[in-house]
């Protein structure tokens, strides 16, 4: 197990060294230990759990071509002889883990899924959400702030089209905590949430020159 979780490791590293929009190493490595902390905690499988922290933004369709990656991922499991049903259940968990404007609610069917699912979402909220926001927004040309452009529907729109850093707040981060799947993912996110409340509004606050 440790000789697979060490090979995944190296495989990961390398798909993320240059990445410059909030997904970078140092975001799987967190998701990563959260979600083993979380896992214990669920009693959840802290293997599975593990892989598929390592994996899950790997074929994220925002960030690479999925067709490739994906047969990069199956020659990857050939490779390290991953067993066939381990194989399934983490494939499962990285199909189904991302936001997507709510399309994907509910598909995610394991524990260990959801787990990892929460710690990902955890990774976006709190003092890191915050910077990762910024991160992202300056790597898209998104300005931080601004007051004429409402924010988005993002069930209805385009993730690409125009916004701001500060409007990402509303579209999505001030509504993870009511998704989180488990008790303790749930009581983080309530503490990160009431955190980056009172940071947007001290944002829009110093804006205005107050
Ligand atoms: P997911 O794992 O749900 O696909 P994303 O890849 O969308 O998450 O998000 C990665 C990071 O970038 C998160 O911290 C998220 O809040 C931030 N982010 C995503 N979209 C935007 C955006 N339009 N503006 C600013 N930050 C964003
Ligand atoms: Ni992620």
Do not use: C
């Amino acid at each position: 197990m440790e000789r697979i979780i060490q090979a995944t490791e190296m495989y990961v590293k390398n798909i993320h060294s240059q990445d410059s929009s909030g997904h970078d190493f140092s975001h799987i490595e967190r998701v990563r230990a959260m979600a083993i902390t979380i896992a214990k905690e669920e009693q959840a499988d802290l293997f599975i759990v593990e892989m598929a922290a390592l994996l899950h933004d790997t074929v994220d369709e925002k960030l690479v071509d999925t067709a490739s990656a994906w047969q990069n991922l199956e020659n990857f499991f050939d490779s390290v002889q991953l067993g066939a049903e381990q194989r399934e259940t983490v494939k499962h968990i990285l199909k189904y883990i991302s936001f997507k404007g709510g399309a994907n609610k509910g598909k995610l069917k394991s524990l260990e899924g959801r787990v990892v699912q929460d710690a990902d979402r955890l990774d976006a909220l709190g003092a890191i959400g915050i910077a990762r926001t910024f991160m992202y927004a300056g790597a898209f040309g998104d300005v931080m702030y601004d007051p004429d452009i409402e924010p988005r529907n993002l069930a209805e729109t385009n993730y690409r089209d125009k916004s701001t850093a500060i409007n990402h707040f509303d579209e999505k981060l001030f509504k993870l905590e009511d998704l989180m799947n488990t008790k303790t993912g749930r009581r983080l996110a309530e503490e990160r949430t009431q955190y980056m409340k009172e940071f947007v509004a001290r944002f829009k606050h110093e804006w205005h020159g107050k």
